[in-house]
């Protein structure tokens, strides 16, 4: 997809668009050749209204000089109810929800002259009810004679809206298949040569120790508003605690609190038997907390820095990182080579950098970090979000090995089949309060995207 986004050159063969040979070397070349590409981690500046977002890079002038902000208003009022997209101008960017950000990015593309469009992994935040909508819009961008090219490790929806399937595998096309005649089963296999993979845990390995307690947990914005409020709950070892909502209503909020990113107001944050309430990032992560955090570029890595520098990120006070008051290098490369080889990391080597990974890898490599040193608490937000199946059953298999060992989760995730598979308990969390217990062996996906959005908190 970058190679047809223009952001990677091809070694050979050829693109054609409408037949025609075309050859990119910028974004821009592709942009003007009417291919448009909406990333998974999108691409707004948050201080930026929905109007300054979409025309940023392409400003309409009036008589060559002044901004003309009519006409581009106007312009994406066109596009946005010719294509049902119901977006909003003026409204900043920062107080969309992430469905709302996506058909943002959608309007982007099309405000160019798009009618290709690529979309990475577009569901990989959304809901079901904002899944159903997105997939709306992208039949009524069909219905308009757009193109759309769409990656997904998400086999259900793939046969719900492609045309046409085509299963690449390490880099090589394996398979171009009709969605009637082909089973989710088969896709799986035909993308890592094994059945589906599944999040269910049958067994429990819950214990009455507790190893997280969170009490009265409350966090407040700069300017006052709260936005987590009053949230008390215990994790146990062995013990996956599943946290539920739409994206927006506290949870990354909670996540920092807890790791100590960010103040808050706390009647008792205890790790084991230790108050940890005054401690440092660094400490908590010293005294047993592991962190996979949301997003795996802002958060989890230095992209342009080599795979065994990345193994260090957070852990560089202990061994195999640190002897003494210096960094180890053999011994940070060597847990290096460890993680890639148990955690199947697929790299030329530990010298190259992280941007060079697949996302599924670059996560492999979070996931490997973080289960180093023998955590006790595994806060992990989104663990596997926008990985591809084997990947993702791969992080599914290491959570589950740990939490038998006797690793207490905090699960955060937009995956409502991953939230119930995994989860020994769950949660769901609106508007910052945790609003319902759920009990993960009799909810349907459904019934926990209703709790989400508060139709139906007493599930």
Not at 234 to 251: C, S, T, W, Y
Request: with cysteine.
């Amino acid at each position: 997809m970058k190679i047809l986004y223009g952001m990677q050159r091809p070694d050979e063969g050829e693109i054609r668009v409408d037949g025609s040979p075309v050859s990119f070397h910028t974004p821009a070349d592709a942009i003007s050749a009417g291919i448009g590409m909406v990333h998974q981690h999108f691409m707004l500046a948050d201080n930026l209204t929905v109007l300054e977002n979409v025309v940023l890079g392409s400003e309409p002038r009036r008589g060559g000089l002044a901004l003309d902000f009519a006409a581009a208003r106007r312009k994406i009022k066109e596009i946005s109810d010719a294509y049902g997209l119901g977006v909003r101008p003026d409204v900043p960017v920062e107080e969309l929800g992430v469905g709302d950000r996506q058909r943002v990015e959608i309007l982007k593309v099309l405000y160019r002259g798009a009618r290709i469009l690529i979309l990475d992994e577009p569901t990989a935040v959304l809901v079901p009810h904002e899944v159903d909508e997105l997939f709306d819009n992208l039949r009524g961008l069909v219905r308009e004679g757009l193109t759309i090219l769409f990656i997904s490790h998400k086999l259900d929806e793939v046969l719900r809206v492609a045309d046409a399937i085509t299963v690449i595998r390490r880099g090589t096309t394996v398979a171009t298949v009709d969605p009637e005649g082909v089973t989710s089963r088969k896709l799986a296999e035909l993308m890592v040569g094994s059945e589906l993979p599944s999040p269910e845990t049958r067994e429990s390995t819950v214990t009455d120790v507790v190893a997280l307690s969170v009490r009265d947990l409350t966090v407040r914005t700069g300017d006052g508003r709260t936005v987590v409020e009053n949230v008390s709950f215990d994790i146990r070892k062995g013990e996956v605690l599943g946290i539920a909502g739409v994206e927006g209503n506290g949870q990354a909020e909670l996540v920092e609190a807890i790791m100590g990113m960010r103040p808050c107001e706390v009647a008792a944050l205890t790790l084991g038997d230790a108050d940890i309430s005054h401690w440092s990032t660094l400490r908590r992560r010293a005294g047993g907390i592991g962190y996979i955090p949301e997003d795996r570029h802002r958060h989890g890595l230095l992209l342009e820095s080599p795979l065994w520098e990345n193994r260090i990120l957070g852990h560089q006070t202990r061994r195999p990182n640190v002897r003494g008051p210096w960094i180890d290098r053999a011994g940070a490369r060597a847990d290096t080579q460890r993680i890639v080889e148990d955690y199947d990391v697929r790299t030329p080597g530990i010298d190259v950098d992280a941007a060079a990974l697949s996302g599924g890898n670059q996560q492999k490599l979070i996931v490997g970090r973080e289960m180093s040193g023998d955590p006790v608490l595994l806060i992990a937000s989104h663990p596997t979000r926008g990985v591809d199946i084997g990947a993702q059953a791969a992080i599914w298999d290491h959570l589950r090995t740990a939490r038998a060992a006797g690793l207490a989760v905090l699960l955060i995730s937009a995956d409502l089949d991953e939230l119930i598979g995994l989860s020994d308990t769950l949660k769901v969390i609106l508007r910052g309060r945790i609003v319902a217990d759920v009990d993960p062996a009799n909810v349907t996906p459904e019934q926990l995207g209703s709790a989400m959005t508060g139709a139906g908190e007493g599930v």
